[in-house]
């Protein structure tokens, strides 16, 4: 009996009610037979579980307490100044490091990683092994190797470039991590091939070349002959050299002589290349062979001024277009790149000096009598021939670097309006340093606009048409002064280095113009040529 009781107590919601029943608000329930027990036990179970309001529980901030929009706002300011629009160590896409350069915004030609990553990256080392043979600089190399990949598809890439050497690092999601690298062993005067790597590199950056024909057209440029043939660029490297004696002051007699020492200079080099003589030793030679010709010729009463016969002849051997690409190099944050290239173009500096010392030795130990070694008082010819001369000596040294044939006037024309700036600085008093630097910047500015309206690269132009500015009469009577007049030793020193600083300072203006024409070719980009074609 009891036990019915306890269990009539227990089914009983009015008898003996649970804590929880308790709290449950009183409902009307419908009268309807045999429902009112499962609705309330429903109602019983809800009410079982806790119902919270999640505001309910939300500490509420004083008003005084909260911070002032006026201090978040400095706040902000304040981590913007001090780390910039992004944080230092953030990491940078590689693409917009071809923001400014002719191939900005390449278009993707497939959508994600290639599965052909490997062949990318052996055409963008080959790619990049044919760009440093035939002298493009460390950035130009760089914003190429970066236009291809991420044309075909490797935006994963990470690119390391020395002065002989490439590494590539791919590294894309859910991949091993691939690394290649190429060693560049050899150097070639091949700018019309230069040329046409760029011209192939606009084309992959505007998706109209897929993987397969860029390797068929980087094989055809590596084996394409040159432009011109090497009895041409020896006649070239003569015609130079007497259009540049008479441009700095010397008489027919003296052009027509540096004229066939040239050409003897450049068979020798050539030979000397055969026997694998190093570059050192061949640039010695070679401007020993110049050097002695002039005094021998001066020993035998010839009347020329032997100064301006070997000026003719060194100025051939001066690594013009090295000491441009490691300036630029340099300056664009490519240190250990430049480091490499300033210092094999001061060893061919160096040599050029020691041929030089070498040879006005050996004179003097044979009798030669004392050379004339003044300062030239400029040309013979008046300003519209002496423009005309330099045009030509542009020319032949464009020639002789095997500029495609279609550059060779248009260069010829931005050197000889860099003359003609040269010319009035000079006029107007500007000192014989700053004058090579400014009429240098123009030609920097100039050979940009021309190169990418071509489509070539700016160092193309810019190389053959500064050759004339190049101080190579200093360079011959500092090195008299050092070995010959022993009592001017200070003397000779200081004209080595002014010759020294006017090199540099030439090749900066170089890439300063290039720089300064940056603004206004954003039109001759990738993407506005393609946008000009649609139209």
């Not at 050497?165 to 062993?185: E, G, I």
């Not at 993987?211 to 094989?219: C, T, V, W």
Request: aromatic share 6%.
């Amino acid at each position: 009996m009891a036990d019915k009781t306890g269990a009539s107590e227990r089914r009983s919601p009015d008898t003996n009610p649970s804590p929880v029943a308790q709290q449950l608000p009183v409902v009307n329930l419908p009268a309807t037979p045999g429902r009112a027990k499962p609705k309330l036990a429903k109602k019983s179970a809800a009410a079982a579980r806790p119902q919270v309001n999640p505001t309910d529980a939300l500490p509420i901030t004083p008003q005084s307490a909260r911070p002032d929009r006026s201090q978040v706002a400095a706040r902000k300011m304040l981590r913007r100044l001090v780390q910039g629009e992004s944080p230092p160590t953030q990491a940078m896409n590689l693409v917009e490091r071809l923001a400014g350069s002719p191939y900005a915004n390449p278009t993707i030609q497939v959508g994600g990683p290639d599965v052909g990553a490997r062949r990318t990256l052996d055409f963008a080392l080959s790619l990049a092994e044919t760009m440093f043979r035939y002298g493009a600089g460390a950035l130009e190399v760089e914003t190429s190797i970066i236009a291809v990949t991420a044309a075909f598809g490797l935006d994963n890439i990470e690119v390391d470039i020395t002065n002989q050497s490439v590494v590539l690092n791919y590294s894309a999601k859910d991949q091993t991590p691939t690394t290649v690298l190429r060693v560049v062993r050899s150097w070639t005067n091949n700018y019309a091939g230069l040329t046409h790597v760029h011209q192939l590199v606009t084309d992959i950056a505007d998706g109209g070349v897929d993987r397969a024909e860029a390797i068929r057209r980087l094989d055809e440029i590596t084996h394409r002959p040159k432009p011109f043939p090497r009895w041409m660029v020896t006649a070239a490297f003569g015609v130079f050299a007497a259009a540049i004696v008479a441009f700095i002051g010397g008489g027919p007699l003296g052009s027509l002589i540096s004229f066939v020492s040239c050409i003897g200079v450049d068979l020798l080099s050539r030979q000397l290349g055969r026997w694998r003589v190093p570059e050192f030793f061949a640039t010695a030679t070679s401007a020993a062979l110049v050097t002695l010709t002039a005094m021998l010729l001066w020993s035998l009463d010839v009347p020329i001024a032997p100064a301006l016969v070997v000026v003719g002849g060194i100025l051939l051997l001066l690594p013009t277009g090295r000491l441009v690409s490691a300036t630029q190099d340099a300056i664009n944050g490519f240190p250990v790149t430049a480091a490499g290239r300033f210092l094999s173009a001061f060893l061919v500096f160096a040599a050029l000096v020691s041929g030089i010392a070498v040879a006005l030795v050996f004179g003097k130990l044979i009798g030669v009598p004392e050379l004339d070694v003044t300062t030239s008082d400029g040309s013979l010819y008046p300003l519209p021939v002496v423009a005309v001369l330099v045009f030509i000596a542009i020319a032949m040294i464009s020639i002789a670097e095997q500029t495609d044939m279609s550059l060779v006037v248009p260069t010829s024309l931005i050197g000889t309006a860099g003359f003609l700036l040269y010319s009035l600085v000079v006029n107007l008093g500007v000192g014989y340093r700053l004058a090579p630097a400014m009429a240098a910047v123009l030609i920097g500015m100039l050979a940009r606009v021309v190169a990418l309206r071509m489509g070539a690269p700016q160092l193309v132009v810019a190389v053959p048409a500064v050759m004339f500015l190049y101080p190579g009469l200093t360079i011959f009577r500092s090195m008299y002064d050092l070995t010959i007049e022993t009592d001017v030793t200070g003397a000779g020193a200081i004209g080595l280095f002014n010759a020294l600083t006017i090199i540099l300072a030439i090749a900066g203006g170089v890439v300063l113009g290039d720089n300064l024409a940056r603004p206004f070719t954003k039109k001759l980009s990738s993407n506005e040529r393609r946008r000009n074609r649609r139209r």
